[in-house]
Nanobody
Framework: QVRLVESGGGSVQAGGSLRLSCVAS????????MGWFRQTPGKKREEVAR???????NYADSVKGRFTISQDNAKNTLDLEMRDLQLEDTAMYYC??????????????????WGQGTQVIVSS
């Protein structure tokens, strides 16, 4: 069973920085990628950043240029460096891992593993 544990959340003033970390333990299955999501009450969980096995990355438009995702495969860690934080970045942040599902003719990647979340609060 895979376990993801986040840390690094907290309160920060607008314009400040935080670094989130996620440690993965257990059997790491065949993955396409790992990522960070965030969610605020009443809203759908939003993909913030994603890093693939080849090191390529995707970011939500709202965080491009401010957030950086990185991973250390040897240590099974996933980090999210967040700079110039804005009020709208306030959310619960979740570390996630997907599973590569192979079927005849191709494959798809499904988000299957989730951490418990770490709260980020940005104040003015």
């Amino acid at each position: 069973q895979v376990r993801l544990v986040e840390s690094g959340g907290g309160s920060v003033q607008a314009g400040g920085s935080l670094r989130l970390s996620c440690v993965a333990s257990g059997y790491i299955r065949n993955r396409c990628s790992m990522g960070w999501f965030r969610q605020t009450p009443g809203k759908k969980r939003e993909e913030v950043a994603r890093i693939f096995r080849d090191g390529s990355t995707n970011y939500a438009d709202s965080v491009k240029g401010r957030f950086t995702i990185s991973q250390d495969n040897a240590k099974n860690t996933l980090d999210l460096e967040m700079r110039d934080l804005q009020l709208e970045d306030t959310a619960m942040y979740y570390c996630a891992g997907d599973l590569k599902v192979v079927y005849f003719g191709g494959f798809r990647c499904e988000w299957t593993d989730w951490g418990q979340g770490t709260q980020v609060i940005v104040s003015s």
